[in-house]
């Protein structure tokens, strides 16, 4: 049983490959999401497979500045170590105007919308602010004159929730950066959406096929850096999703490293229960996540 | 496993979809039981399709809307079960499920019989290679559980698969909505103790990766991370067949370049000796090549690919608007993607009926068996070779609007020249001194540049200025006269009489062109006129990227879009000096 799931995990790797190389040869301002959570980690990490240590476009992390702490120290580690291309950004306007649910101004779903969807959609056209990590300096640095991204590579799987499931591998959104799910072009066998018109964008989404339980493995097998707020550190508890620290909230589990989690999510308490349960605005919004994601929402 | 369920609209394939789930008890704790209070809170009847059809959107309009993908156990192995949806307007989700699919479910509603969905999914199941089919017969409540039913039914459908060529390992009586048949027997249909729809499943192979086929492997790109510090040159891309060692001989097509496998490159994993199929791979070469994303690398000692502009296909149409001969498309296939327009529609095949009609464009949902004709030759395989390299879409206006399989590749006007070509570069014998190491040598990229024009045009002048200005600078340049041609190597042709060989002819000046390409030198040449079909020629047997075409005068007279045109008016050392800027874009020579 073992040999077949290595296989399986190679299997789920070879096709991610596959993916981001089409969307590397396809797309021009290519880019990637970061939340720093195990999912885009992995992906992450497929970059440096697909590109041979390389992660040859930016990174991009959008800062709600209410993410745990250790989430954005971790990063800036990463970032360093792997000299990633990162960029960062926010929507400034909205944290300045305190128009947040932990300012009590909005509840939870209009604030993931102002936060995460709308600072999004700034920072994938360009009309948001966006801070690229300068290296030699070490340190965030205002973008100037930045171009819309093309093709965003994204780390959703399709057995996360309902409309996930629903996604392609390449998913064209608008120009205004939402989702027609009834309009979405059929896909042949490996040949994708590549082609688009000026002002819209290709979200790419080569974890499509994995699971939660094929992502630890993953980390796993390929010993992958990971933060650690996903293990118990002798508190008897962990996250499970990782998200903004006013939403999201620790579970109750032993597990302090990935063997553990794995062996939980087959055998224990968690076999059973939805990964983001621990995720307070999903409950508030009947569709699963659907209405924030059709406006462009990860 | 990756399972497609196919069928006629409402003929009840979530219904089935989620009862497999929950009597595999699939389901995560909690999801049903949100399905469940959502629909008591919207005052609806509970169903299992509800437990796939998770959006709003869908249950307002109480069809699956796209081909949801939805993981689940059997005690056999994992599965992903598609729910391709039947309803007509949604046929592409149907494609995108089952393009993924190892085996599919098709489904048909007892009381309803077989319908025109039911048909055209069958057709595009064969079309889209799938060979594990099993049928559901399914509502057999709403007939009684009736054997009769079910086996008129059966032979009905039998009969349209027939005549495809298709035999269903299953045909199975089940009830979705009260569980018979679909993970245990019921006793309603106690006349069937064959297989349940789960017994079927585990039955079904997992598809072996082809790997004693031929080796093929559509070149996605060639890396060069130099700004990361990175010298390696990768060829990168996914085996779709066969296997590749350390030491074989590589032929790329349709340039038919050579070259061997030096070694195989990874991150973080160890190195591997040898590929098969269904790897993302890359490998590095024992002698540089020029070659592109587009390419299919093969084995010199394999059969190789098909190399051909013009292509019997069979393929389906998903776009509003038709398929029309007068307008252009692009075609993917692999990695390549070229422009290409109908040639001919040999037949239209009528899905819903299965009866062929001649048409002269190929409608909404039409499937249709047609000649494409390509602007360039592209590698490809046949479908009843290798499945994975005759596959193809066609896209327009930025989608996906159809896709299919290359039944034959048809002759084109270059296809004797491409055979020479081809077998040149098998037995080419290459130099001590490569020609990457003479381009470093020379610091010139080696090519053929054509100067070309009206009769009038004053080509000779312009082609000898630039060979003394290129010599001047220190290039390493020939000007080649056609007359010197013509008498010296050409003299056994005999060109002044009604068997004059144009073809022969340009074929002889290419392959001259091609030695002193190899030997790392820029050559200069001079033609009256040349047009599309000369340059076609030229280029395949020297490769695109190696010719530079100058036209001389304010109009072009034949069907060639030039590199750069000059005008006989300006002064000869300003054209001269435009046309060394050219050269300098184009990487042949380097800024001082």
């Known amino acids: 049983m073992t040999g077949n799931h290595m296989d399986h995990l190679q299997e789920l790797e070879n096709i991610s490959v596959y993916i981001f190389r089409e969307a590397y040869a396809n797309f021009k301002n290519l880019g990637m999401l970061w939340s720093m959570g195990k999912d885009s980690t992995v992906l992450l990490w497929l970059a440096r497979k697909a590109f041979y240590g390389h992660v040859p476009f930016p990174l991009i992390h959008i800062d709600t500045h209410f993410k745990i702490p250790e989430m954005i120290e971790y990063r800036d580690r990463i970032v360093r170590e ?3 291309n990162m960029v960062v950004g926010s929507n400034e306007q909205a944290l300045e105007s305190k128009q947040t649910f932990p300012d009590g101004a909005i509840d939870r779903i209009s604030c993931c919308q102002l936060l995460k969807t709308e600072a999004l959609r700034g920072v994938l056209t360009g009309d ?3 801070y690229r990590f300068n290296h030699a300096l070490g340190e965030y640095q205002r973008e100037e004159n930045p171009e819309p991204f093309t093709g965003v590579i994204v780390g959703a799987r399709a057995d996360e929730e309902g409309s996930r499931s629903k996604e392609r591998y390449f998913s064209p959104r608008d120009r205004q950066n939402e989702w027609h799910i009834a ?7 490996n040949q994708y959406k590549t082609d688009f018109a000026t002002g819209t964008n290709v979200r790419i989404h080569p974890l499509l096929d994995w699971t939660e339980i094929n992502i630890w493995e993953y980390i796993e097998r390929e010993k992958i850096p990971t933060v650690s707020l996903y293990y118990n550190q002798g508190e008897g508890t962990r996250y499970r999703s990782l998200g903004c620290y006013p939403c999201t909230f620790p579970v109750k589990s032993e597990a302090r490293n990935v063997r553990e989690i794995i062996e939980e999510l087959k055998t224990g308490r968690f076999s059973k229960i939805a990964e983001r349960e621990g995720r307070a605005q999903d409950k508030e919004d009947g569709g699963g996540l659907e209405s924030l994601r059709r406006e462009g929402y990860m | ?50 437990l796939i059809d998770a959006l709003k959107e869908e249950q307002a309009q109480s069809i699956t809307i796209d081909a949801a993908r939805v993981f689940f156990h059997s005690n056999k192995r994992h599965y992903i079960i598609i729910d391709a949806p039947g309803h007509i307007e949604f046929i ?7 393009s993924r699919a190892e085996a599919a479910v098709l489904v048909i509603d007892a009381k309803e019989g077989v319908q025109e969905n039911s048909r055209r999914h069958g057709y595009l199941l064969w079309m889209l290679g799938i060979r594990q089919i099993v049928v559901l017969i ?25 005549e495809l060529g298709i035999k269903p390992m299953f045909y199975i009586p089940v009830s979705g909505m009260q569980g018979a048949n679909i993970a245990v027997h019921n006793e309603d249909t106690a006349w069937y103790q064959a297989e349940t729809l789960l017994d079927a499943l585990d039955s079904f192979q997992k598809a072996s990766p082809p790997v004693d086929l031929p080796f093929r492997m559509p070149v996605q790109d060639i890396y060069k991370f130099t700004q990361y510090g990175d010298s390696r040159r990768i060829v990168a891309g996914s085996v779709s067949s066969g296997k590749l060692a350390i030491g074989d001989r590589v032929i790329f097509y349709p340039s038919g370049k050579v070259s061997t496998v030096n070694s195989f490159e990874a991150y973080a994993a160890e190195q591997p000796g040898e590929v098969i199929s269904g790897s993302a791979t890359g490998f590095t070469l024992t002698k540089q090549i020029y070659i592109q994303r587009g390419e299919i690398a093969s084995k010199v000692d394999e059969p190789p690919p098909y190399v051909s502009k013009r292509l019997r296909v069979s393929l ?77 879409v066609i896209v327009d206006d930025y989608e996906i609007r159809g896709g299919g399989i290359v039944l034959e590749a048809l002759p084109d006007e270059g296809s004797q020249i491409r055979e020479a070509v081809f077998l040149r570069e098998r037995k080419w014998i290459d130099s001590a001194v490569s020609m990457y190491q003479r381009s470093e040598r020379y610091n010139q990229r080696s090519c053929l540049i054509i100067v070309t024009g009206t009769e009038e045009s004053r080509r000779k002048e312009v082609a000898h200025q630039l060979e003394k200005s290129l010599f001047q600078s220190g290039k390493f340049v020939y000007f080649l006269g056609i007359g010197s041609v013509i008498y010296g190597v050409d003299a056994d042709l005999k060109l002044f009489t009604a068997t004059d060989d144009p073809q022969e002819h340009m074929r002889r000046l290419a392959e001259i062109a091609h030695i002193f390409i190899d030997a790392g030198l820029i050559l200069i040449v001079t033609a009256r006129e040349i047009d599309q079909a000369d340059l076609n020629l030229i280029r395949s047997s020297i490769g695109n990227e190696r010719v530079e075409v100058v036209w001389n005068g304010s109009r072009v007279t034949t069907d060639i879009n030039p590199d750069f045109q000059i005008d006989d008016d300006d002064d000869l050392n300003t054209s001269v000096t435009s046309i060394k800027g050219l050269l300098m874009e184009h990487g042949v020579i380097f800024a001082p």
């Open chain 2, 138 to 162: 399914n509502k057999m409540d709403l007939v009684d559980f009736d054997e009769g039913v079910f086996n008129n039914v059966v032979a009905d459908y039998q009969q349209f698969l027939d």
């Open chain 2, 1 to 50: 496993m990756n399972i497609v369920f196919v069928g006629h609209v409402d003929h009840g394939k979530s219904t089935v979809v989620g009862r497999l789930l929950a009597e595999t008890g699939s389901l995560p704790d909690g999801k049903l039981e949100q399905i469940q209070a959502r629909c008591e809170r919207e005052s609806q009847p509970f169903e299992y399709a509800y």
């Open chain 1, 183 to 189: 309009e979405q072009p059929p896909e042949f066998w």
């Open chain 1, 82 to 84: 792997w000299k990633i």
């Open chain 1, 128 to 130: 948001g602010v966006r």
């Open chain 2, 316 to 392: 389906v149409w998903l776009g509003q608007k038709p398929m029309v001969p007068q307008k252009q498309y692009h075609l993917k296939l692999g990695t390549a993607k070229i422009r290409c327009t109908i040639e001919h529609i040999d037949k239209i095949i009528d899905a819903s009926d299965y009866s062929s009609t001649e048409k002269d464009r190929i409608e909404h949902h039409d499937v249709a068996q047609c000649v494409l004709l390509l602007h360039a030759p592209i590698a490809c395989d046949l479908s009843e070779s290798l499945a994975d390299t005759s596959r193809f």
């Open chain 2, 92 to 98: 592409k989700n149907m494609v995108t499920g089952a």
